[in-house]
């Protein structure tokens, strides 16, 4: 398994964001059992995705996206966190969310 940790291009938000939701929605789901609500909004996202020094990656395994990361970094005060991380529903359980954790 070749593992990469690479900043996302603008052509792949509307599919990642959408990875993300859906990954957060089955997450939900399994626990508390289904909804109608939206369990991620895409405004969410958006907040941190255009929030000052955040940067989007994405996790990619032997070319294929399968997850991802958004993180704050605040150079002045060098408090940086992370926002978001999800693993693309269909590979969890593969460590993919550890290795972007690690990263």
Do not use: R
């Not at 690479?6 to 909804?35: H, R, W």
């Not at 969410?44 to 294929?64: F, P, R, T």
């Not at 005060?77 to 992370?82: S, V």
């Amino acid at each position: 398994m070749t593992f990469q940790l690479v900043c996302i291009e603008p052509k792949e938000l509307t599919q990642y964001k959408s990875d993300m939701q859906e990954a957060f929605q089955k997450g939900f789901e399994d626990v508390f059992g289904k909804t109608d609500a939206v369990i991620l909004p895409e405004k969410d996202i958006d907040q941190s995705v255009n929030a000052e020094g955040s940067a989007v990656y994405k996790a990619v395994v032997d070319g294929e996206m399968v997850g991802g990361a958004v993180v704050i970094i605040n150079e002045s005060t060098q408090h940086n966190h992370l926002d978001l991380l999800f693993v693309k529903n269909g590979v969890q359980s593969n460590g993919i969310g550890k290795k972007i954790w690690f990263e």
